[in-house]
């Protein structure tokens, strides 16, 4: 067999005539996860036959080399041992003064927020002996309800950085705010002043902005994933800066233009919006109903996964489709041009839309321009929509108003700008080639140019000062909701290093330096909030994180709005731009948990590419992994090509945030270890959302990571051989009497046969106690990724780098398996979130030499990481493929992140005083959960559901003397989901929600036959698709 | 504590960070310090009172009514106590009443030599609270009740 690195470096061949051949001819294989594995390449063979393909080169060390390991081992093994007995003396040194409300041991929450792009989530945040350790959403927070994304929990990672901005910079030495101050009030003082910001809600950075704009500074804004087109659009039909807000809870027809408003990455409210979707379309027993989503799209996104009905349109054509399906609306202006692949259906949406007056939502993309979003409006508007279930509110970031980058370059031209501040945005990497921000600022010597931000960045090599920046969990603040709630950012710790946070440089540029907290108050003083009572009210809104009746105010439609410009007709290629999925716009790149979290259709890790369809990858003669030259009018890159199924034909995609050249030693990987390419060097200033492109292949490759292929379930070649996945139409579902056929796609064994086939008692063992157990349900998962990396805070999981990610190492306990069904053209997609089952029977149990996998009594498989010795034979008896193993010592060694680039242990990060011997780990160390053990090299771990969790309430319940309530044990992934998707629980309690579901029609057990029993079940997902569409009626038949 | 300055201490009670003891639930249970820390009263240098060896733990969660039932005398004594309180009580009744005057059981405990016991008497007393309080002796050994 060959080795994972002979088959990279061998050219695979994307035979499309062959796999096409293959789907058409295999029916029985209708679920499909890689192309690899349609075609049943070499590579896929090797994930096939050997869970960890390569480890062969582990092991071929010679003999004599064995026996000098096996020593060293031995002698260390020896010593080890000792330390049993003796444990190294330590030192107890408690509080003189003990915090408030502080015990020992136990954490404490503080209501907070964290920001992206300005817009507030409010989280709750864990806190260990005054260390942060966690995020959490916060219920009572309008933006969460409880939920959080993985950007907005990874921003613990963030602030833990050892890469992050520590000290006053000039001139590329450490300088002090002092002299920063001294020079920087000479300079203010001559007047010219500019101030460059992202975009913001802040109410305390609004009211200094304005003080400092009506003392004569000019104000500037700059967010490359912003909402500037759509505020644009509100602004066109209501008269005011705006922003739409959705109630997908009452929708029960939704066609989205573009528009993914399940990804936090392209819409602020996505946590609500998923709930509110999932909401929608939650079926349990027998029967029930779901709205219909149909969505236009160009690149396969989560909102295009879980659509009824999804079309692959080209990023320019979206608006003509949009207009089209105005005009079968019945609105004859603008004629719209409906792509073929769209135009026959048009009927049939139109038709559904009207059936569903004021119960819909037409909701456009954040990226698309504002034509798009303004003739969303509109249908909304013709729809009867607007006031149900849409509904406009003046915008909550005060920043769209401001001056452009554009605008801001053109006035240092002029010579109108003397000193310039950018704080918190990074204009030099983060915009359109064609302006040439970096340049331009480098060539404006006589300004003098400070950068404020929390890393070192792009924009902070331009500029002659470089100030750093607090993290919001170091610095008082506020911030608004998508909606426009406000909240009061919470400090949890002093700041690590010498950072102010934003509203604080801005009272300092005003000559009157104050603290953020008396800032953030004043602020409400000002607006009279909790008038005689300030101090009550001031307490509450910090507990409760949130200023009550702080909502924007609602917008109403008016007429007159410009008439929209007619669509027109793509010509050729074209590239559409979107913000990373997991980093963002880039401004999360040096953060290893987003890095790492598979995005979520390509399953891709630490890189961005070139995504394409097959068909046109094929017409190119482009193979996966190929580097080819891309080229707009406004520069070309190279970048690696990834053939992604269901791709618009005619277009490729680009993700930003990738390609950065400054910000610490993960933003700036290269090569193979990931980091790819930037595409803000192909970006236009006059059409940031896409334009037309040329594609040349250039004969080289590049190796990527993508996890999808990892891990095939069941060890079985065919996924739906054994019902791996089950789903049906919500019509077949409703109407079958036999739920369990209805939903059962392949050929799993009839239930008489799976107990004739029992070889084990009804009971495993007696146990009359809490039997925990869990259900997913795939109809409600959006695969956002929310639970990865809410394990991985909750667990101390490590992450690996690329190149492990490649040989399989990856250590996320849980993973969301993506199956495509269908043709590779436009596949249905299908969410199936997978960690330890946690089988009554399990299997990795009765092979462990050394029993470090045992069961508990109440049903817990549990990992025994002090008597594991590392023989894998667990792994390789698990069916679901779900233990990890620490192949090297993940979390002490900060060069796993690169084996090959030896630059990370001697990376220089401008002003950072850290040794590079320790590399900052130390600082890494104080994130991890004191309540769960850190793993070391050699052993094998997985999915505990929350055993610490489970420990807590149990003996807080015995305590209380009292049962282990229903919601007391809420596991760390069931606590993320945005969409409700995971429900843990006592299925001992036929009362417990869990139970119900474990029971429901759609409850089904994962390779149910191999009789694992597993604890964990899912529930089936179900798809309501219009009978008026054709397509969907065949692919019924084809069910 | 008046200069601000805490006391440095010496950990001599301690087990392995893999290791999660709860203090409460063991208290709760009625479980008397010096169970597990020995004869703290007596001790001039305070020293590690039992081995923390898992065996030794395990001796204890595999039979916890052999060490539950010590304060039976107690129990009489306060009858409205909870075992949390009991495991104070004994203190008290030391102080007040020296050591002189202890049952036999408190005697072992106090003098910090207590492997459990194995008469009827204190083993049904300990299965009373075993009882009353729902342990769930088969999971008290459970590896992911002390290891997660």
Redesign the interface.
């Known amino acids: 067999m060959e080795t994972i690195e002979q088959i990279q470096q061998d050219k695979k061949e994307i035979a499309l005539e062959k796999m096409r051949a293959e789907l058409e001819g295999k029916r029985g294989q209708q679920y499909w996860r890689t192309l690899e594995e349609v075609m049943q390449t070499k590579e896929f063979e090797a994930w096939f036959e050997d869970e960890f393909p390569n480890r062969k080169e582990i092991f071929e060390i010679d003999r004599r080399s064995l026996l000098k390991y096996a020593g060293a081992g031995l002698a260390l093994a020896g010593l080890t041992g000792c330390r ?1 007995v003796f ?1 190294p ?8 003064k003990a915090p408030e409300e502080y015990v020992s041991g136990k954490p404490l929450f503080y209501a907070s927020a964290v920001t992206l792009a300005g817009y507030a989530t409010g989280v709750l945040v864990e806190q260990y002996e005054g260390r942060p350790i966690k995020l959490e959403g916060n219920p009572d927070h309008p933006a969460s309800g409880g939920a959080l994304d993985s950007i907005s929990q990874a921003e613990i990672l963030n602030f833990y950085d050892p890469d992050r901005s520590q000290n006053v910079m000039t001139g590329g030495d450490i300088s002090t705010w002092e002299s920063f101050n001294k020079t920087a009030s000479a300079k203010v003082a001559e007047g010219g002043v500019g101030i460059l910001v992202g975009a913001l809600t802040s109410p305390t950075a609004a009211r200094l902005l304005a003080r400092l704009q009506s003392k004569g500074a000019k104000l500037y804004s700059h967010e490359p994933s912003g909402r500037g087109n759509v505020i644009k659009a509100v602004a066109a039909v209501t008269g005011k800066a705006g922003v739409p807000v959705y109630d997908f809870s009452k929708a029960k027809v939704v066609v989205s233009l573009d528009g993914d408003f399940l990804s936090t990455t392209d819409n602020p409210g996505a946590l609500v919006y998923s709930r509110q979707f999932a909401k929608a379309r939650r079926v349990l027993g027998n029967k029930g109903e779901m709205s219909r989503l149909y969505a236009f799209e160009a690149a396969p996104g989560t909102v295009g996964a879980m659509a009824d009905h999804r079309y692959a349109v080209k990023p320019s054509e979206v608006y003509g489709a949009g207009c089209a399906l105005a005009n079968a609306l019945g609105i004859a202006e603008p004629a719209g041009i409906a792509p073929s692949n769209v135009a026959a259906d048009l009927g049939a949406i139109a038709a559904d839309l009207q059936k569903n007056r004021s119960a819909s939502i037409v909701v456009a993309g954040e990226h698309q321009p504002a034509e798009v979003h303004q003739l969303a409006f509109q249908l909304n508007q013709f729809l009867g929509n607007v006031g149900q279930t849409v509904k406009f509110v003046e915008a909550p970031e005060f920043t769209s108003g401001y001056g452009t980058v554009a605008e801001l370059l053109a006035d240092i031209k002029v010579a109108k700008i003397k000193t310039l501040i950018i704080s918190n945005t990074n204009p030099v990497y983060a915009s359109p080639a064609d302006m040439k921000v970096g340049e331009t600022l480098a060539a404006a010597t006589s300004v003098a140019k400070i950068h404020h931000g929390l890393y070192f960045d792009e924009t902070a090599e331009v500029c002659d000062w470089h100030i750093p920046m607090t993290h919001s969990l170091e610095a008082w603040g506020d911030a608004r909701s998508y909606e426009g709630t406000a909240g009061v950012v919470q400090p949890l710790i002093a700041p690590l290093y010498d950072g102010r946070s934003d509203i604080e440089v801005f009272s300092g540029l005003l000559g009157e330096p104050k603290g953020g907290y008396d800032l953030v108050r004043e602020t409400l003083q000002a607006k009279g909030f909790g008038g005689a009572a300030f101090e009550k009210s001031w307490r509450e809104a910090i507990h409760n994180g949130t200023i009550p009746n702080s909502a924007s105010a609602t917008l109403a439609m008016a007429g007159g709005a410009a008439p929209l410009p007619a669509p027109v007709k793509s010509a050729g290629m074209e590239v559409g731009f979107a913000p990373d999925p997991t980093i963002f716009d880039g401004r999360f790149a040096n953060n290893g948990w987003l890095q790492e979290t598979p995005k979520p259709l390509s399953k891709l890790v630490w890189d961005n590419v070139v995504y394409m369809s097959p068909t046109d990858a094929q017409a190119s003669k482009i193979s996966v992994d190929d580097v080819v030259l891309v080229k707009t009018s406004a520069g070309e890159i190279e970048g690696t090509v990834f053939i992604l199924p269901g791709h618009a034909v005619g277009s490729i995609t680009i993700h930003l945030g990738y390609g950065r050249t400054a910000g610490g030693t993960l933003a700036t990987l290269s090569g193979v270890d990931g980091g790819g390419f930037s595409a803000y060097k192909l970006m236009s200033s006059k059409n940031t959302s896409y334009s037309s492109v040329t594609i040349t292949p250039t004969g080289k490759t590049q190796h990527l990571s993508t996890t999808q292929g990892h891990s095939p379930l069941g060890g079985d070649k065919i996924p739906d051989h054994r019902d791996v996945i089950r789903e049906a139409t919500l019509e077949k579902f409703n109407a079958a009497e036999d739920k369990r056929h209805a939903l059962m796609v392949g050929h799993s064994m009839e239930i008489e046969e799976i107990k004739e086939n029992n070889l084990m008692p009804e009971e495993v063992f007696a ?1 009359n ?1 809490e039997k925990w157990g869990m259900t997913i349900d795939m109809n409600a998962c959006t695969g956002c990724g929310a639970c990865i990396t809410a394990c991985q805070a909750e667990n101390n999981i490590s992450v690996v780098g690329k190149e492990q990610v490649s040989r399989g190492r990856e250590m996320h306990w849980i993973r969301i398996d993506r199956y495509y069904s269908g043709s590779d053209e436009n596949p249905s997609v299908t969410w199936q979130p997978v960690a330890c089952v946690h089988c009554e029977t399990a299997p990795c149990e009765p092979v462990c030499p050394v029993a470090a996998t ?1 069961h ?3 049903g ?1 498989n ?1 990992m ?3 008597r594991c010795v590392g023989t894998r034979y667990c792994s390789n008896n698990c069916p679901y493929k779900v233990r990890r193993f620490n192949y090297l010592n993940w979390t002490d060694n900060q060069a796993q992140f690169s084996e090959k680039n030896k630059t990370i242990s001697t990376r220089r990060i401008p002003g950072a005083i850290n040794t590079p011997k320790d590399n900052g780990l130390q600082l890494l160390k104080m994130l991890n959960n004191p ?4 793993r070391g090299r050699g052993v094998m771990e997985k999915c ?1 559901y929350c ?2 969790r ?2 807590e309430a149990r ?1 807080e319940a ?2 209380a ?1 009292r049962q282990i309530a229903e919601g007391d044990i809420v596991t760390a992934c069931q606590q993320a989901c945005p969409s409700e998707a995971i429900v843990f629980g006592n299925i001992a309690d036929k009362n417990s929600q869990v139970a119900k579901l474990r029971n429901d029609p759609r409850s089904y057990l994962l390779l149910e036959e191999l009789q694992t029993r597993p604890r964990t079940s899912h529930l089936a997902k179900l798809r309501n698709p219009n009978p008026e569409i054709k397509s969907a009626k065949a692919e019924e038949a084809h069910h | ?1 008046e200069t ?8 001599v009670n ?1 087990v ?3 290791v ?1 003891f ?1 203090h ?2 063991h208290i ?1 249970r009625g479980l008397n310090c010096n169970t597990c820390h020995g004869p703290v009263n007596d001790m001039h240098i305070t020293a590690k009172g039992n081995s923390f060896q898992m065996a030794w733990c395990l001796s204890c969660h595999r039979n916890p009514e052999k060490f539950l039932g010590w304060n039976k005398e107690l129990q009489k004594e306060h009858p409205g106590d909870t075992p949390r309180q009991l495991a104070f009580k004994l203190y008290w009744k030391l102080q007040t009443k020296g050591k002189n005057n202890l049952s036999p059981a408190e005697t072992i405990l106090v003098n910090g030599d207590f492997n459990g016991l194995n008469d009827k008497e204190t083993v049904d007393a300990g299965k009373d609270i075993v009882a009353k ?2 342990i ?1 002796t ?2 008290l050994s ?4 002390c ?2």
């Open positions: 049993g444990l003396e330590e030192k107890l040194v408690p509080y003189v146990w106690g045992v508990s009594h109440e817990i549990q025994v990481y002090n309540d769960v053990s850190v505990t055993t610490q489970i420990s003996i015995k305590k003397g | 504590m601000g300055t805490p006391i440095v201490w010496n950990k301690k392995p960070d893999f999660y709860n409460s639930i709760n309080y729902g769930k088969q999971q459970d590896c992911g009740v290891h997660r």
